[in-house]
């Protein structure tokens, strides 16, 4: 069996370290946010910016954003000037001002999967994760030896909280032991595939 090599990368996926932060601004007038509607890639940066008002950005519920997608509810106001969530599954998002008590002021993300890369749930070389829920030890199983893959954890602010390229491995095992309990989101890009999945970490 192959020796696996985990190494920490100062880079994620070769879009990711092209991300791209879109900006939305936060006011009262003429819309809550504008632009209204954003077209971001998996990978982008959505950073709401406050200009006037008091705002709370985020979907009512996980109806209103793809499966697999982090959740977020932030206050956009003069104590809270900006936030930021990292894309990590494509689909159609839906988010409100004030989404505990929505009044109207609607706006939606397109995101795409990057340019080339087919994401989906049956990639070429990705099987499972097990050992889900996880305390300490994270593994992930792949059909068959890849020559590389580029692997980050996003939490479920959509921040990256750790970054790993593999080489010639059937399988990674990754030690989240010091991670705060809760979901997070492992992402595996390969040559030709890109992959999110759900985990619980307890």
């Not at 954003?38 to 006037?52: E, F, K, L, Q, S």
């Not at 930021?84 to 993300?109: L, N, Q, R, W």
């Not at 996003?154 to 095992?173: M, P, Q």
Request: include cysteine; glycine fraction near 4%; charged fraction near 15%.
């Amino acid at each position: 069996m192959k020796k696996i090599i985990l190494i920490l990368s100062l880079s994620f996926f070769a879009h990711f370290t092209q991300a791209t932060v879109i900006v939305v601004t936060c006011q009262n007038n003429p819309s809550h946010f504008l632009p209204v509607t954003i077209n971001p890639v998996v990978g982008d940066t959505i950073r709401w910016t406050w200009v006037a008002g008091n705002h709370i950005v985020g979907p009512v519920s996980a109806s209103d954003i793809p499966i697999g997608a982090a959740m977020w509810s932030a206050p956009i106001d003069a104590s809270h000037l900006s936030f930021e969530y990292v894309v990590t599954v494509a689909g159609d998002y839906h988010y409100v001002c004030h989404p505990s008590t929505p009044h109207g002021e609607d706006a939606y993300m397109v995101a795409a999967a990057p340019s080339g890369i087919q994401e989906n749930k049956s990639s070429d070389y990705f099987s499972f994760i097990f050992s889900n829920p996880v305390s300490e030890k994270l593994s992930i199983k792949f059909k068959s030896e890849i020559p590389f893959a580029e692997i980050n954890v996003v939490n479920v602010l959509g921040e990256i909280v750790l970054k790993r390229n593999i080489y010639h491995a059937n399988n990674a095992i990754f030690n989240v032991a010091e991670f705060t309990n809760g979901i997070y989101f492992i992402q595996v890009k390969t040559k030709d595939s890109f992959f999110t999945q759900k985990f619980i970490k307890e």
